[in-house]
C-alpha cells in the first residue's frame, strides 16, 4: 500500500466533502496533527476509527487502502463475474452429483456381480474368494468416492436454523441418511436435525 498515494487521496476526499483537517479530526475525535500525518503520507489511519473515516469521506475501505476511487463499472463487473462463478459452481456441483449416482449405482452392480459369480459359478475356491474380495474392494472404493463427492458437492441445511455449510466427510460417512437427507449436528447451532442437500449458499 502506497502512504502517500493514499495520504493525498484522503485530503482530495476531505476537501470534496468541503471539511478542513481540523473538523474532520473533531468528528474522529483525533487531532488535526494526526490527519496533516496521513495526508502528508507519514501514517495511516489507525484500523479502529477506518470505517468512521471511510463513512465521513463517502469512500468504501478498498477505495481507502488503495488510494483511489474504483469505478462504479468496475464494481457491476466484479459483482457480475461473482454472480457467474456462483452459477458455474452450481451447475458444476449438479453434474458431480448426478456422477455420484452413476458411481453409486455401478459400485454395487460390481459388488453384487462379483458376489453373485462367486456364489454361483462353477470355478476353484481360490477364484470364488479372489472375486469376492476383489467385488468388496471395488464396490467400497467406489461408494465411499460417490459419499466424497456427496460430502464437497453443494451444502447440507441445517432443519433447525437453515444455516447451509460443507460437513466433513466423517460427518457424511457415519450419519444416518434416507437418500441424501442426513442426520447431522450444525456447526451453527450446535443441534441434531435431518439436514437436505441444497446446491446454492444462500
Keep these: 500500500m502506497d502512504q502517500v498515494k493514499t495520504g493525498r487521496f484522503i485530503a482530495e476526499c476531505r476537501k470534496t466533502c468541503?471539511?478542513?483537517q481540523m473538523q474532520l479530526a473533531e468528528k474522529l475525535n483525533i487531532t488535526d496533527r494526526?490527519?496533516?500525518?496521513?495526508?502528508n503520507g507519514r501514517s495511516l489511519p489507525d484500523s479502529t476509527i477506518m470505517l468512521e473515516l471511510c463513512g465521513l469521506l463517502n469512500i468504501s475501505v478498498n477505495e481507502l487502502l488503495n488510494g483511489e476511487k474504483i469505478m462504479e463499472d468496475f464494481k457491476e463487473k466484479s459483482e457480475q463475474m461473482l454472480l457467474e462463478m456462483a452459477k458455474q459452481k452450481?451447475?458444476?456441483d449438479r453434474k458431480m452429483l448426478f456422477l455420484e449416482i452413476i458411481i453409486g449405482v455401478l459400485s454395487v452392480i460390481v459388488l453384487l456381480g462379483f458376489n453373485f459369480a462367486a456364489a454361483y459359478f462353477p470355478m476353484a475356491?481360490?477364484?470364488?474368494?479372489?472375486l469376492a474380495v476383489t467385488g468388496f474392494v471395488l464396490g467400497?472404493?467406489?461408494?465411499m468416492?460417490?459419499?466424497?463427492?456427496?460430502?464437497?458437492?453443494?451444502?447440507?441445511e441445517c432443519g433447525r436454523c437453515r444455516h447451509r455449510y460443507v460437513p466433513t466427510y466423517m460427518s457424511v460417512v457415519w450419519a444416518m441418511h434416507v437418500n441424501r437427507t442426513r442426520f447431522m449436528k450444525c456447526p451453527k447451532c450446535r443441534k441434531w436435525s435431518w439436514q437436505k442437500k441444497v446446491i446454492n449458499k444462500d
Design 18 to 20: 468541503g471539511m478542513t
Design 34 to 39: 494526526a490527519v496533516s500525518k496521513w495526508e
Design 90 to 92: 452450481e451447475e458444476n
Design 125 to 130: 475356491d481360490w477364484l470364488k474368494v479372489v
Design 140 to 143: 467400497l472404493v467406489g461408494i
Design 145 to 156: 468416492f460417490a459419499l466424497k463427492i456427496e460430502q464437497e458437492a453443494g451444502y447440507y
